[in-house]
């Protein structure tokens, strides 16, 4: 039972960091934090309802992670260059500058990329900045579902 709460609490620090860090998938990693909760405590915590809620949350965000930059590339009129720019300086900038790196890396990469394939440079700041919302937007919605479970599973402990 203990060891299922410390790797629910592991669970839960990698979904926090998931929800900035490109590749790691947050959410669903705060989510088993809450199955394995629920296993811990024979079920007593959380009510099937509230689960398949947080897995339908699980769900939709991790979808929308990748429509809202995607979306928000598209408005600002971004290439695939520029949106994958913005995805190697996200993590360029985590190594080198953490975590503010990963905010000025995402800009400064799309607006390389938009470069790079012969933009104008008015043109590839405004592609950049969209991806760079739609970056930013879907972290923001990532870390506050992980957010949500997190205090869910705090508040069974006690």
């Known amino acids: 039972m203990v060891v ?3 790797i629910g609490f592991i669970f839960l620090i990698i979904g926090i960091i998931g929800c900035i860090v490109p590749g790691v998938a947050g959410p669903p990693f705060s989510f088993l934090a809450l199955i394995l909760l629920s296993i811990a405590k024979r079920g007593e ?3 099937p309802a509230f689960l398949i809620g947080m897995a ?3 769900i939709i965000v991790t979808a ?3 429509i809202v930059p995607a979306a928000g590339a598209k408005k600002y009129g971004a290439s695939k260059f520029g949106f994958w720019g913005a995805v190697i300086g996200m993590i360029v900038g985590i190594i080198y500058a953490p975590p503010f790196g990963m905010i000025i890396g995402a800009f400064i990469g799309a ?3 938009e470069l790079l394939i012969g933009k104008q440079s008015s043109a590839a700041l405004k592609a950049g900045w969209g991806v760079f919302i739609g970056v930013m937007f879907g972290i923001l919605l990532k870390l506050i579902a992980s957010g949500v479970m997190t205090f869910y599973f ?3 402990l006690f």
């Open 64 to 66: 929308l992670d990748y």
């Open 4 to 6: 299922l709460i410390i």
């Open 154 to 156: 705090i508040k069974a």
């Open 45 to 47: 915590p959380f009510s």
């Open 111 to 113: 607006f390389i990329g």
């Open 56 to 58: 339908a949350l699980t």
